[in-house]
C-alpha cells in the first residue's frame, strides 16, 4: 500500500489543471499513473475507480475520495 505522501504526489500528478480534483479524463491523459490507482484501489479502470468511490457523484475523485479508496480496498483484502 502507497503511504499518504505517495498518494499525494500521485494525485497532484494526474491533477493536470490543479482543481484540487482528478476527472475521469485526468486518469485516462495518464495511464501509467492510473495503472497505479487501479492498482491501490482494487478496481480495473478508471470508470470502475469513478462509479465504486466517487461519493458525492460530481464525476471526479478528490483526495478524500482516493484516500478512502485505498482504506476500503486495503480493509477488504
Ligand atoms: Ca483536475
Ligand atoms: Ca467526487
Known amino acids: ?3 499518504e505522501q505517495e498518494l499525494q504526489s500521485l494525485f497532484n500528478k494526474l491533477d493536470r489543471d490543479q482543481d484540487g480534483k482528478v476527472s475521469i479524463n485526468e486518469l485516462f491523459l495518464s ?3 492510473s495503472a497505479i490507482i487501479s492498482s491501490e484501489t482494487n478496481t480495473s479502470s478508471p470508470q470502475e475507480l469513478l462509479v465504486n468511490y466517487d461519493s458525492d457523484k460530481d464525476g ?4 478524500e475520495e482516493l484516500k478512502e479508496a485505498v482504506e476500503k480496498a486495503n480493509n477488504l483484502t
Open 60 to 63: 471526479s475523485i478528490t483526495f
Open 1 to 3: 500500500m502507497a503511504t
Open 31 to 33: 495511464p501509467g499513473l
